[in-house]
């Protein structure tokens, strides 16, 4: 097992594509929750019903596209150049090749996660005030000392590193690089957009509820919890069940079928 760590953080490092993925999920992140800050204003006088922890992490729902991008190309690049032969011939054991990739994965995309994350909290912090978010009107303060606020940001930072788990997996069964990033795309992006078309309120709730987008992003929420279709913390655990699903799927594939 340290050799496949040490054999995957060296082609993490040493090829240009994932830092520059992981610096944009960081980078865009932060600009998409700025902008969303930026745009949102309380007027005075008005009743605001904004939730500004969810409203500062909005770029989470950009980031979590880079990430799963990223984790594709982990497998779907060695596939395509016919260097997962070599990595297989190498490190014969199929279930450690992928543990490690999973390991070096989660690292580096904890690590973005984080710098993007806390990034979009402090942001908020400075700007949200100025807009009329004020804690004289009965907006908390975006501090990691608040309990909720802390749930939301360290909770987003797993979110990520669950989406990346969830796409390195279904890379792991696809293959193909483009069909993964279609497949992992598509699973964070078109249930959320079914919630809107989908007139019946059974499956509404159901989609919000077993879906890993719309329950893994529940942990950022920090008012209205009651009125939630499923709460932070097992909406979160719903998202890990999607991705614990997805790496077996791929640990069988990478088993069973030749490279």
């Known amino acids: 097992m340290p050799r496949a ?4 953080w060296t082609k993490l490092r040493t090829v240009a594509s994932p830092g520059w993925l992981l610096a944009a999920t960081a980078a865009l992140t932060v600009a998409i929750g700025v902008a969303a800050d930026a ?11 904004v939730d500004t922890v969810k409203l500062s992490l909005a ?9 799963a991008i990223l984790a594709v190309l982990m497998f779907g690049t060695e596939y395509t150049t016919g260097m997962i032969r070599v990595t297989l011939a190498a490190m014969p054991h199929r279930a450690a090749v992928l543990a490690a990739k999973a390991a070096v994965l ?8 984080a710098v993007g994350v806390f ?4 942001a908020g912090r400075l700007i949200l005030p100025g807009h009329g978010f004020t804690t004289a009107r009965g907006f908390i ?4 000392a608040s309990g909720s606020v802390a749930r939301a940001a360290f909770g987003s930072v797993l979110y990520l590193a669950l989406i990346a788990l969830m796409s390195l997996g279904v890379a792991a069964v696809v293959r193909d690089s483009a069909v993964a990033i279609g497949v992992a ?6 249930f959320p957009i079914l919630t809107v078309f989908v007139g019946n309120p059974t499956w509404q709730h159901r989609i919000e509820r077993y879906t890993p987008t719309n329950a893994g992003l529940a942990i950022q ?4 919890l009651r009125h939630l279709p499923i709460s932070p913390w097992v909406g979160l655990g719903v998202l890990a069940v999607w991705s614990a699903v997805a790496l077996t799927a791929g640990a069988v594939s990478l088993r069973v079928r030749d490279a």
């Open 5 to 8: 760590l040490r054999a995957e």
């Open 221 to 224: 929420a920090r008012t209205s």
């Open 106 to 113: 989660t690292g580096s995309v904890l690590a973005a996660g």
């Open 39 to 49: 745009a949102t204003r309380c007027p005075a006088g008005a009743t605001c019903q």
């Open 185 to 190: 795309l598509a699973l964070l992006y078109l």
């Open 141 to 144: 303060a975006l501090s990691l």
């Open 119 to 122: 990034g979009s909290l402090l």
């Open 59 to 67: 770029g989470v729902q950009l980031g979590q596209a880079i990430v």
